[in-house]
């Protein structure tokens, strides 16, 4: 049973530009959650998308957006890079609330590390 | 808000000594409770959770942590260390309905032969 997947595993830009993460969520899971963690700090939440639609959102700018397809997979969108975005950016995916048994587990894939310089 | 305070963002501790590691929390409805590792160059691993059954809950490769209401604490412990525990910890808080999971700032956990 393959778990949370991301790609790609490292990543270098230059400020100014676009940059595209993608995210496939553990079987059987429908709920998709990003998070940042910069070097030295704890994962902060982004946002978490659920039937295609974001459903939460951290304290983010609109540079950060997202996507999810049908069968569950999701792009985090990071237009006009700053310095400052250079971090670990994490995926996590979940059952949704409310189905199964309360609260679900996020299972976390290992990351992609953006580098911008 | 909920947020979750660590202390001491570097814990040393001699191999086969307990392992003691500091999460207080914040919130305004009941918590749920989790601690994840991450080891280097890797994604986060769940230890355990409490999710408002059981206060003492235990979790993989021997640890436990202690729900205590009165002191808004979740203290992760383990009794004996290994060399294979040396990682980074974090405790993180969510709510029932809303599982988005706010994380402390870690403990680096390094362990001396």
């Known amino acids: 049973d393959a778990g949370v997947t991301q790609s790609p595993t490292h990543l270098i830009k230059t400020r100014g530009q676009q940059v595209t993460l993608r995210c496939s969520p553990k079987s059987g899971h429908d709920t998709v959650s990003w998070y940042q963690q910069a070097l030295g700090q704890g994962p902060q939440f982004i946002f978490q998308y659920y039937e295609e639609e974001e459903r939460q959102r951290g304290n983010f700018p609109d540079r950060f957006s997202g996507h999810q397809f049908p069968n569950y997979s999701s792009e985090l969108n990071v237009n006009a890079l700053l310095l400052g975005d250079s971090a670990l950016y994490l995926c996590a995916s979940s059952s949704p609330v409310g189905r199964a048994s309360l609260q679900e587990t996020q299972y976390f894939g290992p990351g992609t590390r953006l580098l911008v310089l | 808000a909920q947020s979750v305070t660590q202390l001491g963002s570097h814990v040393s501790v001699s191999e086969g000594a307990l392992v003691l590691l500091r999460c207080n929390y914040s919130s305004s409805v009941p918590p749920y409770l989790f601690w994840y590792v991450q080891y280097p160059n890797q994604g986060l691993q769940l230890l355990l959770k409490?999710?408002?059954?059981?206060?003492l809950v235990k979790g993989i490769n021997g640890f436990e942590a202690e729900f205590k209401k009165s002191e808004t604490s979740f203290h992760l412990t383990k009794p004996s260390a290994h060399m294979s525990d040396a990682a980074e910890y974090f405790c993180a808080v969510s709510s029932y309905g809303n599982n988005r999971l706010a994380f402390g700032k870690g403990n680096q956990v390094v362990v001396i032969p």
């Open positions: 409490y999710t408002s059954a059981a206060t």
